[in-house]
């Protein structure tokens, strides 16, 4: 029988793979154990936990229907269940730097392998919406420990000649995980129900825990020693702005904007946030770095980067939850609808990255932007009939959008600063995709209820004895009950409810319009944000000798 581990090496005879000079000591004995293939085994085991994690920041945009008629919930409260993961997936990437040098990153990821799989189990025997949400959070947790370690690690283990074709392996299956996601979703849904969704992605997840203890490298003891101290005072005032913030967001419209909890949690959370600013200032070692916005090329790029997470996050919530609580389609093709998008997105970030190293980004970040400016006024004309493969190909042209939105974005914000900032610039970035996505959707979600109940109001208060066309719909709703064998004071009394679904429905229709409207207004305004930019500079290309 042939042993998965490769041959020892005799003492002091250096090692035949290729090892990066930045390889720590645990992965150097990794590859002295499985030899060369040791650097794609573990990028496999990486990908697994990696799509696991963002297959669940999917799976439940499908399911929120069920889960909203299960609970009896509000949007303001539905939406809980997409803030909560991505809120907390970005307090968890500002720690997972210190996670990794303290614990190393064998501990650090299986943490959050079993973090996730507790959440997970928890979602799925959920009987309250408090639980589905720490549910919820503790997915995010693993997402944020999982997502920058894969980074970390291949730069580790791959030399610089596959980097390359080993970040775009990656990639690939990182953005295919949330295309596929919310198809893998509305499966469930409809096999079972939406309990199913929870669990759906722990097969991968297993797989991921099974492999790490034996492919994970161990952090170094050196490495512990000179690792800084955690920021827990910053990552608290953090979690205590963003959590306050988006609680005060999603409560206002059963608290009242003006009631004094609300405005408790507004001071709360702007007092926190204003403390942290000043205490991350400080902070030797802060866990989000204020030096890296005093660049214009960085924060004007990050200004992009938080637009793209709304957008993608924001229209992920949205589309689903349209197509199925107003055109009646099964949870599977609600789910399926997004596959193309997906599709689209693994053709277009390589050219876009590969663009972007070679012209000037903000001719890219304008392309993008308009690209989902124009998806966003043509979702903004949807109705009840349009149909499907339209909605489709809308979507396709918002994630063509995003597509040269993500990679230029990253790349001209990471180019902004210098060397000794670029692992503060690094997880900025994802801080602000993280952040824009959390408060795209909590903004939107209770955008689209205070205008639903807007349109409701308006079209009710026409419905009354002098209005001709709301007495000629009675009376074929009417007719139609009769017809169908219902007695006459029956049908007549059971007409205005008839009329009533009809209303609510197209109440629907014109707050998911409004709130497409809106997402087209707000990437107009993003282009803005490009007159900020200052020209980027290329990267030197040395012309071969």
Request: charged content about 10%.
């Amino acid at each position: 029988m042939t042993s998965l581990a490769g041959p020892a090496l005799p003492a002091g005879k250096a090692a035949p793979y290729d090892i990066p000079e930045l390889a720590s000591r645990g992965i150097r004995d990794r590859f002295l154990q499985f030899g060369a293939r040791y650097r794609w085994l573990l990028l496999f085991t990486m990908l697994m936990g990696s799509m696991s994690t963002m297959l669940a920041a999917t799976t439940i945009n499908v399911a929120l229907p069920a889960i909203i008629g299960a609970f009896g919930l509000g949007q303001d409260q539905a939406q809980w269940m997409s803030t909560a993961f991505l809120a907390s997936s970005t307090i968890a990437m500002l720690a997972n730097a210190w996670a990794m040098s303290v614990h190393g990153p064998r501990a650090t990821y299986i943490f959050g392998m079993i973090t996730f799989l507790i959440g997970s189990l928890l979602g799925a025997v959920s009987t309250t919406l408090e639980l589905l949400i720490l549910a919820r959070a503790m997915q995010g947790v693993s997402a944020g420990l999982l997502q920058p370690m894969s980074m970390f690690l291949i730069f580790q283990t791959f030399p610089d000649h596959q980097r390359g074709t080993a970040m775009g392996i990656f990639s690939v299956g990182v953005v295919l995980a949330p295309a596929f996601g919310p198809a893998l979703g509305g499966i469930a849904v409809d096999l079972a129900s939406w309990r199913l969704v929870f669990v759906a992605t722990l097969p991968l997840a297993v797989l991921a825990m099974m492999a790490a203890p034996f492919l994970m490298p161990k952090g170094e003891d050196a490495a512990r020693r000179r690792a800084p101290p955690l920021d827990w005072q910053g990552l608290l005032l953090l979690s205590v702005a963003l959590i306050g913030l988006l609680s005060a967001f999603a409560g206002g419209n059963r608290d009242g904007w003006d009631s004094n909890i609300s405005v408790l949690k507004f001071t709360i959370a702007i007092a926190a946030g204003i403390a942290f600013y000043f205490w991350e200032r400080q902070h030797p070692f802060p866990a989000l770095n204020p030096a890296i916005f005093k660049h214009r090329q960085f924060w004007s790029a990050g200004i992009i980067i938080a637009a793209t997470g709304t957008a993608i996050y924001g229209s992920t919530y949205l589309i689903p939850l349209f197509v199925q609580m107003v055109q009646h389609y099964s949870p599977t093709g609600a789910g399926v609808m997004m596959i193309p998008a997906g599709l689209a997105m693994v053709f277009c970030f390589p050219i876009a990255g590969r663009l972007s190293d070679r012209v000037d980004t903000r001719l890219l970040l304008a392309f993008g932007i308009s690209c989902f400016a124009v998806s966003g006024f043509l979702l903004a004309g949807v109705s009840a009939l349009t149909p499907y493969w339209v909605l489709v190909g809308w979507i396709v042209i918002s994630r063509i959008g995003i597509s040269f939105c993500m990679p230029p974005a990253n790349t001209t914000a990471v180019r902004a600063v210098p060397p000794h900032l670029l692992a503060s610039a690094t997880g900025g970035a994802s801080f602000l995709m993280q952040v824009g996505g959390a408060f795209g959707v909590n903004l939107l979600a209770i955008f689209l209820q205070r205008r639903t109940m807007f349109h409701e109001a308006h079209l009710t208060s026409e419905m009354d004895e002098s209005n001709f066309e709301f007495l000629y719909q009675h009376a074929m709703h009417a007719q139609a009950l009769e017809a169908s064998g219902m007695p006459q004071v029956v049908a007549f009394s059971s007409a205005f409810q008839e009329i009533s679904r009809d209303l609510s429905m197209q109440a629907s229709v014109f707050a998911f319009r409004d709130c497409f409207f809106v997402i087209a207004i707000w990437f107009v305004l993003v282009l803005g944000a490009l007159l900020l930019m200052p020209r980027p500079r290329l990267v030197q290309r040395v012309p071969p000798r």
